[in-house]
């Protein structure tokens, strides 16, 4: 073999060897990237704390809000302006966190956390704000006025009526 074939072939299995081993780095960036990612919107954690408000000025506002204290759960509901007022305090079993937690699971709604938009041009529109902590200290915060994320009315139905069971209890 030629001294002009040798060092072709030893230079294509060099730059074969490099192509590889960039293209084998690629792969691991991500990976890494789409798993963090993935898992940034996780939350296993357990509840702490949950506030969910929606509603408009002309059909009114309804107010949630659940505070974990020990293993009970402060609970309170709200509607103002609607047509059944409503204002309800009471402690109930903080296992209701965990229904709204396996609920935020379902609807993957960890990808909500940072959501704020709005439609500036509609005046007499509805609206929601979620805030949620977890014991690990992360949050989910989610704010929309006529502009929802993925998944909101599902999500927010559910919710919903969980909320409103618990009212009724």
Known sequence: MS????????QFKIAAIIIGAIAVVIAIVAVIVFGIGSSRHERNGGIVSFSYSHGSGMGGYVDYTLKKQDNLALYSAKCMGCMINFDVNKTIDSSYLGKIADI????????WDGFNESDDGVLDGSGFTLKIEYDDERKI???GYMKYPSNYREAT??????LDEIREE
């Open 3 to 10: 001294e002009k074939k040798k060092e072709s072939n030893k």
């Open 104 to 111: 935020v699971k379902k609807y993957e709604m960890g990808k």
């Open 141 to 143: 915060e989610a704010h």
């Open 157 to 162: 139905e559910e919710l919903t009526n969980l």
